[in-house]
């Protein structure tokens, strides 16, 4: 290693030894550039370059880690994807708050020129000591991709941006080379979630945006909506429960635009288990579910005061149940909707039936037809 030292012409003994701290085989880049600045500072002087053997107290990454390549100036030439460039540009230059830039201040740092590492990633930014990438840098990945941002003991830590070469960019915190704490993320479809990471999944609270201008705000679990949120559709329509993996799963209310409204269980984006569905004419179902169909023990309420209770079978009154029209209760057994029979008082077995009925019905049990008509085939 050596440093140069320009030496005044005009003046005898007169030298700036300069801050620049390189090997005397790569002194000519730097010559031009070092000439410029003296010049700029002392016009009236003439100065000649001298190189010296010295002692820095810099380090010396080519010892620390002979893996690692440095890149000349004029031999470095930047290699982003359209797509990166574009993000770039839509977002400005990375800037520093000032809380920022005292830390780096008062953190002893040195920058050199581009390095290229054996995986063909490029680093242009600070070093600590250890030879590490430390403070701001700036990463060109092989790919097209680019971060910009902090950067500590060699990884990526604080605050950043990263894009790859398809256009999705995070924008935000970093920890152990991932996203971690809060931050953006926009997809090249533009979809935009804004909340908390844990290593590079979404983790706890946030909010996503689609193009179609479907939101949804709440829980997030290794990625996935997981937990309690609300989905919002462009319609207006509405789920606001729980969700598993991505899916409505649990208790949650469903409403539709035009007035409908489940609220009750669900099992994976469907309706499942006991809950109740009201329509805007006042119909009303309360009973069991299954993919998204009345299926089990229910009662439906017409708005005359109608109502059956009683066996449903994919969606339809299947099964013994009770019609009541006008305080009247008539029992009666159904299939697929339609009824078979209505069970007399005088049958044999009237009081059988009747508290089986009642059993099922006390019991929420589904029923099944115990018979078929003899017109039935």
Not at 112 to 140: A, D, E, H, K
Request: contains cysteine; positive net charge.
């Amino acid at each position: 290693m050596g440093g140069i030292t320009c030496v005044c012409v005009k003046k005898e003994n007169a030298s700036i030894q300069l801050n620049e701290f390189i090997d005397k085989d790569r002194i000519d880049p730097y010559v031009i550039s070092l000439v410029k600045r003296i010049q700029t500072k002392w016009r009236t002087h003439f100065f000649k370059i001298q190189f010296k053997a010295v002692k820095s107290n810099l380090f010396s990454l080519e010892k620390l880690r002979p893996e690692l390549k440095e890149i000349l100036p004029d031999e470095f030439t930047l290699s982003l994807s359209p797509n990166v460039l574009n993000v770039l540009k839509l977002m400005g230059p990375f800037k520093l708050d000032p809380s920022e830039e005292a830390i780096l201040a008062g953190t002893k740092l040195y920058k050199l020129n581009p390095i290229l590492f054996q995986n063909n990633i490029i680093y242009v930014g600070t070093w600590n000591c250890s030879g590490q990438r430390q403070g701001v840098g700036i990463m060109y990945l092989p790919e097209g991709g680019v971060f910009e941002g902090f950067f500590k003991n060699d990884i990526m830590c604080g605050r950043g941006r990263l894009i790859n070469s398809e256009g999705d960019y995070y924008e935000g915190n970093f920890e152990n080379d991932k996203a971690n704490g809060y931050g953006k993320y926009v997809s090249a479809e533009n979809v935009v979630y804004k909340g908390y990471w844990k290593d590079d999944k979404q983790e706890g609270k946030g909010e996503e945006i689609y193009p179609d201008n479907s939101i949804y705000i709440g829980e997030y679990h290794k990625g996935t909506k997981h937990g309690k949120g609300k989905f919002t559709w462009p319609d207006t329509s509405e789920y606001d429960g729980e969700f598993f993996e991505n899916n409505l799963h649990g208790e949650g209310t469903y409403k539709w635009k035009d007035g409908r409204i489940y609220k009750g269980q669900w099992k994976n984006s469907k309706m499942e288990g006991h809950g109740e569905f009201s329509w805007p004419d006042n119909k009303r179902y309360v009973g069991q579910y299954k993919y998204d169909k009345k299926w089990g023990y229910g009662v439906f309420y017409w708005p005359n005061g109608k109502k059956y209770e009683g066996g449903w079978f994919n969606g339809k009154q299947h099964g013994l149940g009770i019609l009541t029209i006008n305080d009247i209760k008539k029992y009666g057994e159904w299939k697929m909707g339609k009824k078979l029979r209505w069970i007399n008082e005088n049958e044999g077995d009237y009081n059988k039936i009747i508290d089986e009925i009642k059993h099922k019905i006390t019991n929420n049990e589904e029923s099944s037809p115990i018979s078929l008509s003899k017109n039935d085939n």
